[in-house]
């Protein structure tokens, strides 16, 4: 390396992980303003079932030909049935993951080879769960309080039951913590949070 100014010639690759209702998506949706590229994990698995046919028999086998429809996968009747018992959760996870693992890692990589892109998000909230299995260089934990994320859902059209049934299927935040080198607390208003999410991106431009 010579003396001059060096710069990391390749793209920060970014973890953002978190319990359901955590906010996730509001330091995501800055990053991309600011112009990072955010793969989600949920669009990601939700394009794995959308193109296998193949998939979409296995889930059906396992959770109820019904949900299944001239549209495709009846995704709110998945997961009430998936993520209802832990066996149901169990079998939905070796199911879609190998799949939603690897499509990840691809993506990464094709994003990688795209000019001027200094950070690549990858928003998934079972990042910790996989214990790194898709690689990124810092792992960023977003926390909030269940009460607030139990009222957050609940606006966004939730039952109690349906957000009940995902809190109890998520690994605690104690596990979150323990493996993220950042934690984003979100316990104010959304302005707060999009303010944090302003800042931590100075910060990991800085990291480059």
Known sequence: MSGSQHTRSRPLVVGLTGGVGCGKSVIASEFARRGAIV???????HDV???DAGLQRK?????????LGKA???RRRLAQR???????RKQLNE????ALVAELKRQVREARRKEGVPVIVVDAALLAEWKRQVPV???????ASRANRRRWLRRRGWSSGEIGDRMRSQ???TAHRAVADIVVRNAGSLTDLRRKGGRLWQKLLQRR
Do not use: K, Q, R, Y
């Open 49 to 51: 079932v959308d193109e």
């Open 59 to 67: 889930l059906a086998e396992a959770f109820g030909a019904d949900i």
């Open 137 to 143: 260089d810092i792992l960023i934990a977003v926390w």
């Open 82 to 88: 998936a993520f209802a018992t832990a066996e149901g």
């Open 171 to 173: 690994l605690p935040f």
């Open 39 to 45: 793969i989600s994990g949920d669009e990601v698995g």
């Open 95 to 98: 199911l879609v993951h190998p």
């Open 72 to 74: 495709g996968v009846n």
